[in-house]
């Protein structure tokens, strides 16, 4: 009795278990999925999709014509109206106003180092006081004025001595010169100028040269030439007395 009992018992629990498996069937069918056709609502199209943009008004397109300001410490490129390229080339050929002023300002170039020059003159104008003693031979080469050479500007390079030039005066001026040399002393005597020669007009004559106004006590091949000298030639007729200088003074 008690097994038949349980055995009914266990059928109902078998029953209940399917009736319980049908509702719930039922309730969790899903629903199909409509078809394109099925729908009731059309799709809308892609431009009712997007939002609907209102034109622009003034201010916001002036705010868009208008670049953003460049951030702090970046320099805004400033449009000159100058091609892309070498800035140079749109200069023009002789400069800025500025640039000349600013050259025209600077001190000038270092002057280029200048020949040195002396001024030399040749004169026996000390005979025309002495015609008497002068050799009868030599009066034709007397000049009317004393002047075998006026003044002259000569060039001559540093170390140069007034021998060295006299040389050089009397050569380019196709004037008579004789001299000798005494290599002991390392002294050039000036024997004659012009044909003009020691003892021509007295016992006291012959040449001396005289320095910015001044007789010097040496030889001629012993004296350097300075940038400006004036070197004078004279001919004495009385040991230098008659010319400024020399044992007559």
Known sequence: MKTAKRLCAALLALALIFTLAG????????????????SETPAPDAAQDAPATSAPSETERQEA?????????????VESGVPEGNASDALPTGGS???QDSSSNKP??????????????ISCAAILENLDRLNAEKADLIPADGVLLAPTAVE???GE??????KRVCRENKI????????????????????????DCGEGSGWMYRVNGEFPNYGCSRYTLADGDTVEWVYTCDFGADVGGGLGA
């Open 23 to 38: 509702c719930n069937a039922q309730t969790t069918e899903p629903t199909p999925t409509p078809t394109p056709a099925q």
């Open 65 to 77: 014509e208008t670049p953003a300001a460049p951030p702090v410490g970046e320099q805004q490129p």
């Open 97 to 99: 106003s500025d640039s």
């Open 108 to 121: 000038d170039a270092s002057p280029e180092s200048t020949v040195p020059t002396c001024t030399v003159s």
């Open 156 to 158: 001559f390079t540093e």
């Open 161 to 166: 001595s007034i021998f060295d030039v006299l």
């Open 176 to 199: 008579h010169m004789e001299f000798s040399e005494t290599p002991v002393y390392q002294s050039a005597y000036i024997e004659g100028i012009g044909n003009l020669y020691e003892f």
